[in-house]
T-cell receptor, first 112, second 114 residues
Framework: GEDVEQSLFLSVREGDSSVINCTYTDSSSTYLYWYKQEPGAGLQLLTYIFSNMDMKQDQRLTVLLNKKDKHLSLRIADTQTGDSAIYFCAENPYSSASKIIFGSGTRLSIRP | DAMVIQNPRYQVTQFGKPVTLSCSQTLNHNVMYWYQQKSSQAPKLLFHYYDKDFNNEADTPDNFQSRRPNTSFCFLDIRSPGLGDAAMYLC?????????????FGPGTRLTVL
């Protein structure tokens, strides 16, 4: 089956690093994604990683993939108030080329 | 700016009264998707169009229908809304269906059923 799990809430202090974790079930997923949803807005693709990679860095964002444990994480360095949003982990199972399976989202809140 | 537009942003309907949600895109993408997102849950794909080819998800209720009269527009019709259909409905587009094609999302329509 296809399932993506992530914790619902994360609170971090401004300037600290945020780490959002996700587990997925379909080992055949070729792509894994992180989407961001700000209040009143649609989902926006933040970054993605191919299943043959174990790390991808893009400015303040670092994605780590552990295929053995089916674990994906998103690290946001120097977290700012503008990073407040819901972050969705998603997988793209090989068997469903056009179908993205989303997690329930992690709401990131920033403390001053 | 190229974008995905959803109208209205908020829709209120009565139990059992048909309602139509609208999505348009200026990206000229081949694929258009409709997702249902209930509070604190993952977006769930209802169906998608690849050009004029309609693809329904196996667990999408018959109460949900869709139309795509042209490349730019796609509609979600809910024939007899129930209280359980209250949700955010997200439209998305992509150039193709392969995994490397990014999906671009609209802001969503929040549906309330009274």
């Amino acid at each position: 089956g296809e399932d993506v799990e992530q914790s619902l809430f994360l609170s971090v202090r401004e300037g600290d690093s945020s780490v959002i974790n996700c587990t997925y079930t379909d080992s055949s997923s070729t792509y894994l994604y992180w989407y961001k949803q700000e209040p009143g807005a649609g989902l926006q693709l933040l970054t993605y990683i191919f299943s043959n990679m174990d790390m991808k860095q893009d400015q303040r964002l670092t994605v780590l993939l552990n295929k053995k444990d089916k674990h994906l994480s998103l690290r946001i360095a120097d977290t700012q108030t503008g990073d407040s949003a819901i972050y969705f982990c998603a997988e793209n199972p090989y068997s469903s080329a056009s179908k993205i399976i989303f997690g329930s989202g992690t709401r990131l809140s920033i403390r001053p | 700016d190229a974008m995905v537009i959803q109208n209205p942003r908020y829709q209120v309907t009565q139990f059992g009264k048909p309602v139509t949600l609208s999505c348009s895109q200026t990206l000229n993408h081949n694929v258009m998707y409709w997702y249902q997102q209930k509070s604190s849950q993952a977006p769930k794909l209802l169906f998608h169009y690849y050009d004029k080819d309609f693809n329904n998800e196996a667990d999408t209720p018959d109460n949900f229908q869709s139309r795509r009269p042209n490349t730019s527009f796609c509609f979600l019709d809910i024939r007899s809304p129930g209280l359980g259909d209250a949700a955010m409905y997200l439209c998305a587009t992509s150039q193709g269906r392969n995994a490397e094609n990014e999906q671009f999302f609209g802001p969503g329509t929040r549906l309330t059923v009274l």
